[in-house]
């Protein structure tokens, strides 16, 4: 059974830094793709990042622009979203995501992951 548990949002001024993590089990990254996407209120989800299945590389949404770095801690299966200079606009609910059928060109799409976490708030005080 496959389970993604996000935690490390929270509330943050602007320019702050935050770490998101996501703890998994029931999977592994040989496998299976995992990614971050963001959901602002009254928005549509939006990709943040992915790390894609075995060792393909990592993947960031366009907005990320160098502020955010996507790692992984194989041996405590947990992986990390650095945030730093964060914007009011990056507050939303951040999710962790994984699936085994994800290939390149459907990684920055949310219908392509099989798993979802219930996600971490984030936000960004101006």
């Known amino acids: 059974q496959v389970q993604l548990v996000e935690s490390g949002g929270g509330l943050v001024q602007t320019g702050g830094s935050l770490r998101l993590s996501c703890a998994y089990s029931?999977?592994?990254?040989?496998?299976?793709?995992i990614a971050w996407f963001r959901q602002a209120a009254g928005k549509e989800r939006e990709f943040v990042a992915a790390?894609?299945?075995?060792?393909?590389?990592?993947f960031y949404g366009d907005f990320v622009k160098g502020r955010f770095i996507f790692s992984r801690d194989g041996a405590e299966k947990r992986l990390f979203l650095q945030m730093n200079a964060l914007k009011p606009e990056d507050t939303a609910v951040y999710f962790c995501a994984a699936g085994p059928h994800v290939i390149t060109s459907t990684l920055r799409f949310g219908a392509a992951y099989d798993y979802w976490g219930q996600g971490t708030q984030v936000t960004v005080s101006s």
């Open positions: 790390i894609y299945r075995s060792g393909g590389g990592t």
């Open positions: 029931g999977l592994t990254l040989i496998t299976s793709s």
